[in-house]
């Protein structure tokens, strides 16, 4: 198989590079990692030399090169079939396809007000209305998830798959600002937090020294 080669950006900020870096680190595969630090007069130029876009994650695979998250979950779900990514049951991966564009493309609210900074730690002070919202409408997701696909595992479909991939950054969020979970969410958010991959990109987070966020 042609090399892979992941670009991300910080990894205590890096919300987008987790998403495509934990997808790929859960294929078993192994890749070279490109860590180009965000916010520098020279971040733009940087990336540019991997992605057409400027930003981060960007994936290479031989010849092939990505530079969207959800697209680069789902190549990596089409090169390992082996490695389920995507729950086999059809509705279940036609859910799971929904919840992940979902996070995709929204929470915009949750996500510019609680931003990714794995580690930072505050007390829980009440959100505005529209993130409430949003913190709602994730839990009320996950909910539904694993009443109606989780059992036979930890997860929202059970077994470990890409959506999963794409909440982890909303579940580092959740922790940082100690946003209150009910049982369900807070068995889920603690079945992630013990993923392997989870813990190895927490402890490199906590080992940066750039500070892009003046809390």
């Given at each position: ?35 180009i630090p ?9 990336i ?25 979950c ?14 086999a ?50 839990l ?6 694993r009443?109606?696909f989780?059992e036979?595992?930890?997860?929202l ?36 937090l ?10 490199a ?7 892009l966020?003046?809390?």
């Amino acid at each position: 198989m042609a090399s892979i080669t992941l670009i991300i950006g910080n990894k205590n900020y890096s919300s987008w590079s987790l998403r495509a870096w934990l997808a790929l680190k859960q294929t078993g595969a192994e890749f070279e990692e490109i860590r180009i630090p965000l916010d520098t007069p020279q971040t733009r130029s940087q990336i540019l030399q991997h992605s057409p876009t400027g930003k981060v994650p960007a994936l290479r695979h031989g010849e092939i090169l990505l530079w969207e998250s959800i697209a680069i979950c789902e190549y990596l779900a089409e090169l390992f079939p082996d490695r389920h990514l995507w729950p086999a049951d059809p509705r279940a991966k036609a859910i799971a396809r929904c919840v992940s564009a979902e996070m995709h493309a929204g929470f915009s609210p949750l996500r510019q007000r609680l931003s990714m900074d794995c580690r930072s730690r505050f007390a829980w002070k009440g959100a505005p209305t529209d993130v409430q919202a949003d913190i709602d409408r994730i839990l009320a997701l996950w909910f539904t998830c694993r009443q109606e696909f989780g059992e036979g595992g930890d997860f929202l479909f059970g077994n470990w798959t890409i959506a999963d991939a794409m909440f982890a950054p909303i579940i580092s969020r959740f922790v940082t600002y100690g946003v209150p979970l009910n049982a369900i969410a807070q068995a889920y958010a603690e079945a992630t937090l013990g993923l392997p991959a989870i813990k190895e990109w927490m402890a490199a987070a906590a080992a940066e020294t750039e500070v892009l966020i003046d809390h």
